[in-house]
């Protein structure tokens, strides 16, 4: 009965959670899923260069092609239904991962299942990016499922006996993760290692372990085959591009300490002291998911491209060492009051991540929808497009950033570089003379709208008091932003 229980209250918690986001974190969500689901599905989408160069795995944006086809079948592929439809199958994938992690737990060490559960519930963290559409998170849930099956051994830290596993079921869940983000066999390593030392048959194991990797990778090869129209294998192409070219380092480099640094305290936040001592007590009896931890951010760490939500797959491990860390100090007199204090912090942070800060990118998207002609004058891919527009007869334009695929990768400028370099000069070079909205040969129309980060308007401020463009609406946006160029509300200026 818990199940069911605990199942309404993970499901609802997230589809609250789904609906109630309203701002933007990271361009992806957007542009490596639904869009290409979109085009996949509507006909019409904006299509990044990973997928041309098949980068990328299509389970990912295949979900959201699910869905968008249910809503074309019906005739019902309003604008409003096209936003929401994604918003619930994210919702899914967060729920079935949390479930997942307690149906782990609850073989592995019933003890802290149901605490390691409300802890991810109210970590900020995973309210601000669980439910977006991040191949990251399927990544998590896939890992989590495979989790869920994995063969332990015969008895759990408690020493009680556990249930039986499901070998073939986890290696597919396994494998599905790494097929969708290669990299995710850095997890997968301390994991089979373990299972191979306390297997007593091993060559079995390994034989059924290459079948159905093989097995999985075919099925996979084949729904690619169906989006690329040839057989191609996404996570080589993956890895040769991330790992062996480097050219990931073209989308920004962290210093080597990033993660335990940065990554890591976001992601626990006001956890961090539960984490400590959960590590501590339990530590010798969890080595395997200790090293899953340390192998993936040693792992990363290495790659000078970072990102925090590549560790979302270690997230839930992260919480089941703040789960036993609850656990070890439940009966302590000053644990009500703490508790109650860490959630009120969550909920603060939560709220200011999910509903405050980065909002304006998301709203001049409701406001642009109803215009004429826009171009937006901004660093690449910073706003949704046709996953939130869904406009055939789209007249709008943004900034690009294409890396350098055949060109050296020192002194590489795309179109972004080179408009903030100088705005001034790249108007006049590829926007039509004299204020003309018709096109001129390679340069642009000038749009009835043009829409800029705060911190642009001053490089451009006299170059727009001598146009007939004019302030007309603005959008807050937020307090503070990573990217300076970015920094500050979004203007929109209307041609008068």
């Known amino acids: 009965m818990i199940w069911w229980k605990l199942a309404v209250v993970v499901v609802a918690w997230r589809v609250f959670n789904s609906l109630s986001l309203a701002t933007f974190f990271q361009a992806d969500e957007f542009y490596q899923a639904l869009e290409i689901a979109h085009e996949r599905v509507f006909g019409y989408g904006y299509v990044t260069w990973e997928w041309p160069e098949h980068l990328r795995s299509t389970?990912?944006?295949?979900?959201y092609s699910l869905g968008y086809s249910f809503l074309q079948a019906f005739s019902a592929d309003s604008r409003s239904a096209v936003i929401l439809v994604p918003k619930f199958i994210n919702a899914a994938i967060a729920a079935i991962s949390e479930l997942m992690l307690y149906k782990w737990l609850g073989n592995y060490d019933p003890s802290v299942a149901t605490i390691?559960?409300?802890?991810?519930?109210?970590?900020?963290f995973n309210w601000y990016v669980s439910t977006r559409s991040f191949a990251n998170q399927f990544?998590?849930?896939l890992t989590m499922c495979a989790m869920a099956w994995w063969p332990w051994s015969t008895t759990n830290t408690k020493g009680k006996k556990r249930r039986p596993s499901h070998l073939k079921t986890a290696l597919v869940f396994a494998c599905l993760s790494c097929i969708v983000r290669p990299t995710n066999v850095l997890y997968w390593i301390p994991f089979g290692l373990g299972l191979l030392v306390r297997s007593h048959t091993k060559a079995k194991l390994v034989v059924v372990t290459v079948i159905v990797a093989a097995a999985t990778l075919a099925a996979s090869a084949v729904i690619d085959r169906q989006f690329y129209d040839t057989w191609t294998l996404p996570m080589i192409n993956f890895l040769r591009f991330n790992v062996v070219n480097n050219l990931s380092v073209f989308y920004g480099t962290a210093p080597w300490h990033f993660y335990i640094g940065q990554a890591l305290p976001m992601m626990l936040m006001t956890y961090i002291p539960l984490f400590l001592l959960g590590l501590a007590k339990s530590a010798r009896t969890s080595a395997e998911m200790v090293a899953a931890m340390v192998l993936v951010v040693l792992g990363f760490s290495a790659i000078e491209h970072k990102e925090v939500r590549f560790l979302l797959p270690i997230q839930p491990l992260l919480m089941y060492f703040c789960g036993t860390g609850v656990l070890s100090v439940m009966r302590s007199r000053w644990f009500k009051p703490v508790m109650a204090l860490v959630i009120t912090a969550n909920v603060a942070v939560g709220y200011f991540l999910a509903r405050v800060n980065e909002r304006g990118a998301i709203a001049i998207v409701d406001y642009l929808a109803d215009v004429h002609s826009f171009a937006i004058?901004?660093?690449?891919?910073?706003?949704?497009?046709?996953?939130?527009?869904?406009?055939?007869?789209?007249?709008?334009?943004?900034?690009?950033?294409?890396?350098?695929?055949n060109v050296p990768l020192e002194g590489y400028m795309d179109e972004s570089d080179v408009f903030y370099a100088d705005p001034e000069k790249w108007l006049e070079t590829n926007m039509a003379p004299n204020w003309?909205?018709?096109?001129?040969?390679?340069?642009?129309?000038?749009?009835?709208?043009?829409?800029?980060?705060?911190?642009?308007v001053p490089d451009l401020e006299s170059y727009l008091d001598n146009s007939p463009y004019r302030e007309c609406h603005r959008e807050w946006n937020s307090y503070f932003h990573w990217d300076g160029r970015r920094h500050g509300d979004l203007v929109v200026f209307c041609r008068q």
């Not at 390691?116 to 900020?124: F, G, I, K, Y």
């Open 139 to 141: 990544e998590q849930m």
């Open 377 to 405: 004058l901004a660093p690449c891919h910073s706003t949704p497009w046709q996953s939130h527009l869904h406009n055939p007869q789209l007249n709008g334009w943004f900034l690009t950033c294409k890396p350098p695929l």
């Open 436 to 456: 003309s909205q018709l096109s001129l040969g390679s340069r642009r129309a000038w749009p009835t709208h043009l829409v800029m980060f705060q911190a642009l």
């Open 116 to 124: 390691t559960t409300l802890l991810s519930l109210a970590n900020p």
């Open 59 to 63: 389970l990912h944006p295949s979900i």
